[in-house]
C-alpha cells in the first residue's frame, strides 16, 4: 500500500526557516517524481514544487510564489522527500502536501497524497 | 485569481446528475496538456478521481466520468449520492512562463 507521511510542520516566524519531509513507502520511491502542494485556510490547492526521479535527471521546478526561497530534494536511500522553506512569509501559512508524481504519457499527475501538514508562519 | 477557472459550486438532489466546468486557456488545456481531477471530502487530504481527461484509477465508481474539448473540460457525476459532497479540483500543465503545474480554484458539490 503506498503511503506518504509528511512531518515537520509547525509554528515559525516570518523570515525563518522550515523544514519538511515526506516518507514514502510501499513503492520503489526513486523510480518516481515527487512534488508539494499546499492549501492555505479556506482556499484551494496550489502546486508548490516538483522534483523528477534520477533516471529524468532528479531536476526541480518551482511555482513563481515560492522560487528562490524554497527547495524541494530527495534521499532515495531512505525513501524521504524534502522541503526545504527559507524567508517564510504570513502568506506561506497551509496545510502542505506530498504527493507523488505519476508519468502517464508523458504527463505527470499526482496519484497518491500524504495527509497533509500545517505550517503557520506568524509572529 | 485560477489559471483554470471552475464554478464556485454546484449543486444537486440525490440521484441526479451534475456537471463541473474547467475553462483553461491556449497554453494549458488548448495546448493539448491532459486535465485530472480531484476529490477531497471534508477534513481530508484529495485524492485522485480522474486522470488523463478521462480515465478513471481502480476504484473510483463509473459514476465519475471526465471529458475534454478544446481549451475546457468537464466532470460529470451521475447518480448523485450523499457521500459525493466535496470539494472537487482541475488540475492541467501550463507552459506559459517556466512551465507549471496548474490547479482550479474548486468547485463545491453540494448534494441537497
Known amino acids: 500500500e503506498v503511503q506518504l507521511v509528511e512531518s515537520g510542520g509547525g509554528l515559525v516566524q516570518p523570515g525563518r526557516s522550515l523544514r519538511l519531509s515526506c516518507t514514502a513507502s510501499?513503492?520503489?520511491?526513486?523510480?518516481?517524481?515527487m512534488s508539494w502542494v499546499r492549501q492555505a485556510p479556506g482556499k484551494g490547492l496550489e502546486w508548490v514544487g516538483f522534483i523528477r526521479s534520477k533516471a529524468y535527471g532528479g531536476t526541480t521546478e518551482y511555482a513563481a510564489s515560492v522560487k528562490g526561497r524554497f527547495t524541494i530534494s530527495r534521499d532515495d536511500s531512505k525513501s524521504i522527500a524534502y522541503l526545504q522553506m527559507n524567508s517564510l512569509k504570513t502568506e506561506d501559512t497551509a496545510v502542505y502536501y506530498c504527493?507523488?508524481?505519476?508519468?502517464?504519457?508523458?504527463?505527470?499527475?499526482?496519484?497518491?497524497w500524504g495527509q497533509g501538514t500545517l505550517v503557520t508562519v506568524s509572529s | 485569481q485560477s489559471v483554470l477557472t471552475q464554478p464556485p459550486s454546484v449543486s444537486g438532489a440525490p440521484g441526479q446528475r451534475v456537471t463541473i466546468s474547467c475553462t483553461g486557456s491556449?497554453?494549458?488545456?488548448?495546448?493539448?496538456?491532459?486535465v485530472h481531477w480531484y476529490q477531497q471530502l471534508p477534513g481530508t487530504a484529495p485524492k485522485l478521481l480522474i486522470y488523463?481527461?478521462?480515465n478513471r484509477p481502480s476504484g473510483v465508481p463509473d459514476r465519475f466520468s471526465g471529458s475534454k474539448s478544446g481549451t475546457s473540460a468537464s466532470l460529470a457525476i451521475t447518480g448523485l449520492q450523499a457521500e459525493d459532497e466535496a470539494d472537487y479540483y482541475c488540475?492541467?500543465?501550463?507552459?506559459?512562463?517556466?512551465?507549471?503545474?496548474?490547479f482550479g480554484g474548486g468547485t463545491k458539490l453540494t448534494v441537497l
Open positions: 488540475q492541467s500543465y501550463d507552459s506559459s512562463l517556466s512551465g507549471t503545474w496548474v
Open positions: 504527493t507523488r508524481g505519476l508519468l502517464w504519457f508523458g504527463e505527470f499527475h499526482f496519484d497518491y
Open positions: 488523463g481527461n478521462s
Open positions: 510501499g513503492f520503489t520511491f526513486g523510480d518516481y517524481a
Open positions: 491556449s497554453s494549458n488545456i488548448g495546448a493539448g496538456y491532459d
